[in-house]
């Protein structure tokens, strides 16, 4: 590059990327607009994920922009310890106001590894007030993804994580995963089998009794393990088991928040409200990083008690509702208001399932599964070991077929920005299908 003498892909330790592989081939992006990315080169890539499941407005958009720059030329920064800003206020209305009945609170951060921290810290501080300091249990799920927090990987349940960085926190516990591909390949939204699964979370409150369970956290859809949408009733078994037992439902919508399933939350969809909803990603549609959590009424009223002038929740960030990131999120907003992007993503659905699944006779594929405008591939381990074919569907993707997909392992991820289109989706398969043809 220009100006520097030495290698300047060295510099950054890339996150989740194997970097040496990475500086041996660039996948370098310049410049993005709408659906594409363009390389140095000029040439247009198409975004098949979103940027990581956030762009969900599209990449660069006039009326975020302009929102961001005013702006910044008005108010940079305020503290949000003691001293407040209009947008943070205006944004946090307009959440409670999209989010279900009674989620009236909402507590700003900065990703959604922020969010799940913060919501887990609620729920202990909730129980702490209402006198049940004994309740710290954590209830997370088997291929969960919460973040890189230690609370999140802790919650969590991939193997990679406790591998390398240790079980984390104390007092945790896992139901079981809802996927079998023996009752469930090729399924288009909710598999009909699986929801019995959620039963597990009675031998769990048995095993260490209610009273030492402070909350559950799950993802509606499981996203980053591969796109594993919930069976069909699912969520409201769980919904009815914690309210039996006194426990809070923490629902990550990190992914599924703001259109990606066809509404506003997961939570819509499904006609399940938790306790809390942890956001981040498509707020902004990208743009600027935000993450929070909406909060039900009767949690924030227990922690509104003692003195007036007392700090509530010894808990925040220096850029809690940065007044950029805030400015963002109104203008995206707007734009799945105005453009009814959500209702767009629930109309697309059946045309982006029906495309997808035209690829179960390629090579090397196990498994599809949609739900909403979200899907997922698995593919069949390379003799090689295993995610070497992942990765080589993503490399020819993007340097071949002009196409960025997200991979895990063998696992390819589709989650197209929510102003998607027929056409642009019968494009998005066709060199997908490519790809997957070339890696084998």
């Known amino acids: 590059m220009e100006g520097s003498p ?4 060295d510099a950054w330790w890339m996150p989740f990327t194997a970097n040496r592989a ?52 008005r108010l940079d920064y305020a503290p949000p310890f003691q001293f407040g800003h209009e947008p943070a206020f205006a944004l ?28 887990l810290k609620i729920a202990l501080a909730y129980r702490h007030a209402r006198g049940e300091a004994g309740r710290t249990q954590l209830i997370g799920r088997e291929r969960g993804y919460h973040g890189v927090g230690f609370g999140g990987i802790s919650v969590g349940g991939l193997p990679n994580n406790r591998k390398t960085f240790g079980h984390g926190l104390s007092g945790i516990d896992h139901l079981p995963h809802t996927y ?23 031998r769990i409150v048995a095993l260490h009794d209610a009273s030492t ?37 923490i629902f990550d919508e990190v992914i599924t928040g703001f259109g990606r399933l066809g509404t506003a939350f997961a939570a819509e969809r499904y006609g399940v409200t938790p306790d809390m909803i942890c956001f981040a990603k498509g707020v902004t549609s990208g743009a600027v990083p935000l993450g929070g959590v909406i909060v039900a009424e009767p949690i924030h009223a227990a922690l509104m008690q003692g003195p007036e002038r007392a700090i509530e929740l010894f808990h925040g ?19 799945y208001r105005d453009e009814g992007l959500f209702e767009r993503a629930r109309s697309l659905e059946p045309v982006f399932a029906e495309a997808l699944m035209s690829l179960r006779d390629a090579p090397n594929v196990l498994d599809i599964r949609t739900c909403g405008l979200a899907a997922g591939i698995d ?62």
């Not at 890539?45 to 979103?50: K, R, V």
């Not at 960030?317 to 734009?335: E, I, M, R």
Request: hydrophobic fraction near 45%.
């Open 6 to 9: 030495r290698n300047d892909l």
């Open 22 to 73: 990475f500086k041996r081939a660039p996948r370098l992006i310049s410049e993005a607009d709408g659906l594409y990315y363009r390389d140095a080169g000029g040439k247009k890539i198409l975004d098949g994920i979103a940027g990581l499941w956030c762009c969900n407005a599209g990449h660069n958009r006039a009326p975020i922009v302009a929102a961001i720059r005013a702006q910044a030329g």
């Open 92 to 119: 946090a209305a307009r959440l409670a106001a999209l989010a279900p009945a009674g989620l009236d609170h909402v507590f700003f951060c900065n990703s959604g590894s922020e969010a799940i921290d913060t919501a």
């Open 180 to 202: 079998d591909r023996a009752h469930q390949a090729f399924s288009v939204g909710e598999p009909e089998w699986g929801a019995h699964r959620a039963d597990d979370l009675e």
């Open 213 to 249: 369970i402070a909350a559950v956290i799950v993802e509606p859809m499981a996203g980053s393990t591969g796109d594993l949408p919930p069976p069909v009733g699912y969520l409201k078994r769980l919904r009815e088991i914690c309210e039996r037992h006194g426990l809070l439902l």
């Open 317 to 335: 960030y220096t850029y809690s509702g940065h007044p950029l990131a805030c400015a963002a999120g109104l203008a995206a907003l707007d734009l």
């Open 379 to 440: 593919l069949a381990p390379h003799p090689d070991g295993p995610g070497a074919r992942g990765f080589a569907v993503m490399e020819r993707a993007f340097h071949d077929h002009d196409l960025v997909v997200r991979i895990s392992g063998d696992t390819l991820a589709l989650s197209p920005p929510l102003i998607v289109g027929a056409d642009d989706i019968a494009g998005l398969v066709e060199r997908l299908g490519k790809a997957i043809r070339a890696a084998t």
